[in-house]
Antibody
Framework: EVQLVQSGAEVKKPGESLKISCKGS????????IVWVRQMPGKGLEWMGI????????RYAPSFQGQVTISADKSINTAYLQWSSLKASDTAIYYC??????????WGQGTLVTVSS | DIQMTQSPSSLSPFVGDRVTITCRASQSINTYLNWYQQKPGKAPQLLIY???SIQSGVPSRFSGSGSGTDFTLTISSLQPEDLATYYCQQTYSSPRTFGQGTKVEI
């Protein structure tokens, strides 16, 4: 069974750094793209970026380029999303998903990130 | 970026109704169009990929059609468990943008 298990909820202060994770199992982790999606409170889905773990080829949406870093460690089947300096506007649920045939077929449970002073 | 526009933004059909949601792309995306269902408090789930292929395990009352710039998601007979927000997404080019969502309230 394919599973994507994300790290737990985080509460941070503005200016702090954060790295959340997404661990894949039940499939060949290296050979499928992993996508990150943001959902701000009460809002829709926003595509942030995507990574191919086999060679760490990464693409970002323009609005997220330079704001976050997407990475992966194929040796432990884990993808990451990180911030160097959080803002209150980063408060959201972040989902990872596995892409199959250009569709986000399998989703993690989501990680709630709350940024508040 | 390719813009995806869904309509309507919300609808309140009756159980058993035929429901149609449309999605329009700002440029041609061939059939690189997916539909997702998100129930309250849950992660999204893939319903339809490649504009018209139904994902394994999805009830047959869901169907998708279209190509180029205009696409449709149809629920043939709405069930209570279909209460959700539905999103289209293009995967023709990066960034792989989503529509703004259509909330189905029963």
């Amino acid at each position: 069974e394919v599973q994507l298990v994300q790290s737990g909820a985080e509460v941070k202060k503005p200016g702090e750094s954060l790295k959340i994770s997404c661990k894949g199992s039940g499939y060949s982790f290296s050979t499928y793209w992993i996508v990150w999606v943001r959902q701000m409170p009460g809002k829709g889905l926003e595509w942030m970026g995507i990574i191919y773990p086999a060679d760490s080829d990464t693409r970002y949406a323009p609005s997220f380029q330079g704001q976050v870093t997407i990475s992966a460690d194929k040796s432990i089947n884990t993808a990451y999303l990180q911030w160097s300096s959080l803002k209150a506007s980063d408060t959201a649920i972040y989902y990872c998903a596995r892409e199959v045939a250009a569709a986000a077929q399998d989703w993690g449970q989501g990680t709630l990130v709350t940024v508040s002073s | 970026d390719i813009q995806m526009t869904q309509s309507p933004s919300s609808l309140s059909p009756f159980v058993g109704d035929r429901v149609t949601i449309t999605c329009r792309a700002s440029q041609s995306i061939n059939t690189y169009l997916n539909w997702y269902q998100q129930k309250p408090g849950k992660a999204p789930q893939l319903l339809i990929y490649g504009a018209s292929s139904i994902q394994s395990g999805v009830p047959s009352r869901f169907s998708g059609s279209g190509s180029g710039t205009d696409f449709t998601l149809t629920i043939s007979s709405l069930q209570p468990e279909d209460l959700a927000t539905y999103y289209c997404q293009q995967t023709y080019s990066s960034p792989r943008t989503f529509g703004q969502g259509t909330k189905v309230e029963i």
